[in-house]
């Protein structure tokens, strides 16, 4: 465990003065005291400053890493710094609720949080702790709650500034409930967390899934070949939907719209027969056929547990080449999408969420997750974000008007 350096230091101590100098040197007594009023008024206002406006604030990054994790905190960390001067101490708990748990942390340095804008990952480190293992004891029978809750009065922390996504959103209402002051950033390459238009990661993932899907397009075009794409989001299909479009996919399968493996065929063959040379299909992680979508929830995991193939694009694949005779390729960028520099996007959304945060802490509002409702930095109570997931809504107008100019969804 690392030694805490002391918070309210005082710099003189009374009792170093040497107090029998007043009798033996009486003249000297009224230099003395002089010297002694002015020692304990300095002392005693230095820690009634501090008392009332020191802030010792704990940071964690949360759950899968994405770009702009570090801009963010460097967001949040300035705009703390500029308040509070040198009157804040910021925390880093490392590899997340992990480094709460077992009070791994490290004190920071104003330094640290200079040239990380552009730095991908997290220089806290991360993990995943599901959330619905947080009640159940670690293999020491450590109660993980009552762990993290005892660092954070142990380190006499003001409040915790957390950036994640869904499951560490529970996590922090969960924190938030035990009576701990929170503060959550909206972090997640699949921008599928409630409460928020955007997150930050998705705009670089989107980015680099496009990059993926345009390099694929100048290979398509020299071959009669069909290309699938697969990209990250398990559970939801803003990344694949976004790239999809902006890479010029003829067909898009999402989690949130199931497809029918025929109709997927017939676009493919339909493109042939009009003398379009490839296709190319953006798949999502999590995309589901129509009949997969009719089992319950129990029953589709079992089958996915049996499934033969590595990830839905190579299913895909083969399903198609057994029904078009057409050669397929596969691509997957995978954690690519979550790697390297933020976009510029990317580093000024994360800059105004962080700058958001530190006026929540300013304000002592917590227990509120910093958004983005309709352009504007807003702030959403974690109550309402833990636990819901925003999917795609296959009503929305990006859906429609991609359906216009002839994106397939694999459903009709
Ligand atoms: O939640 C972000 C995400 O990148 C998803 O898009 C993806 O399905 C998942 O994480 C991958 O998780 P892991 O990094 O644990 O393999």
């Known amino acids: ?26 003249l000297f007594s009224l230099y003395y005291n002089l010297i002694l009023d002015t020692c304990i008024h300095i002392s005693t206002e230095r820690n009634r ?46 590899d997340g609720y992990k480094g709460l748990m077992y009070a791994n942390y490290l004190m920071m340095k104003q330094s640290d949080f ?39 009065h142990k380190l006499s922390l003001d409040c915790l500034v957390i950036l994640g996504g869904n499951g560490t959103h529970k996590t922090a209402n969960l924190l938030r409930e035990e009576g701990l002051n929170v503060v959550t950033l909206p972090k997640t390459i699949d921008n599928d967390l409630w409460g928020t ?80 040379k490839f296709t190319i299909i953006a798949v999502a992680e999590g995309a589901i056929s129509k009949e997969d979508a009719r089992l319950k929830k129990k029953e589709y995991k079992e089958k996915l547990a049996k499934r033969k193939y590595p990830s839905i694009a190579y299913e895909l694949a083969e399903k198609i080449q057994q029904k078009t005779d057409k050669e397929v390729r596969i691509t997957v960028p995978g954690h690519t999408q979550r790697g390297g520099s933020p976009c510029a996007y990317d580093r000024v959304f994360a800059t105004r969420v962080g700058a958001a945060a530190a006026e929540l802490i300013l304000n002592q509002e917590y227990g509120y997750m910093i958004a983005m409702k309709n352009q504007k930095i807003t702030k959403v109570p974690l109550q309402d974000v833990a636990g819901k997931l925003k999917m795609v809504d296959p009503q929305d107008g990006i859906i429609k008007e991609a359906r216009t100019i002839g994106i397939s969804f694999g459903d009709q």
Do not use: W
């Not at 309210?8 to 170093?16: A, D, G, L, P, R």
């Not at 930050?200 to 290979?219: C, E, L, M, N």
């Open 1 to 26: 465990q690392n030694p805490l350096p002391p918070l309210y230091c005082t710099e003189f101590s009374v009792q170093k003065i040497p107090y029998k100098d007043f009798f033996l040197a009486p």
């Open 114 to 152: 200079s040239g990380v804008l552009t730095k991908g990952g997290t220089m806290l480190g991360t993990s995943r702790q599901p959330f619905k293992l947080m009640r159940v004891p670690d293999k020491d029978g450590l109660d993980k709650v009552a762990a993290m809750k005892h660092t954070y």
């Open 197 to 276: 238009d955007m997150t930050f990661g998705f705009q670089s993932a989107v980015d680099i899934a496009t990059d993926t899907i345009d390099r694929i397009h100048t290979t398509a075009t020299s071959h009669s070949r069909v290309f699938i794409i697969e990209v990250m989001g398990h559970k939801v299909g803003h990344v694949t939907l976004h790239a999809g479009i902006a890479g010029g996919a003829d067909v898009i399968l999402l989690p949130e719209i199931p497809y029918d493996i025929d109709v997927v065929t017939g676009v493919i063959q339909k493109r042939a027969a009009a003398d379009k």
């Open 49 to 94: 400053r501090k008392d009332k406006t020191m802030k010792r604030v704990g940071f964690l990054t949360s759950g899968g890493d994405c770009q702009a994790l570090n801009a963010t905190m460097r967001g949040v960390a300035k705009g703390l710094y500029q308040i509070y001067k040198d009157e804040v101490e910021i925390i880093g708990f490392e």
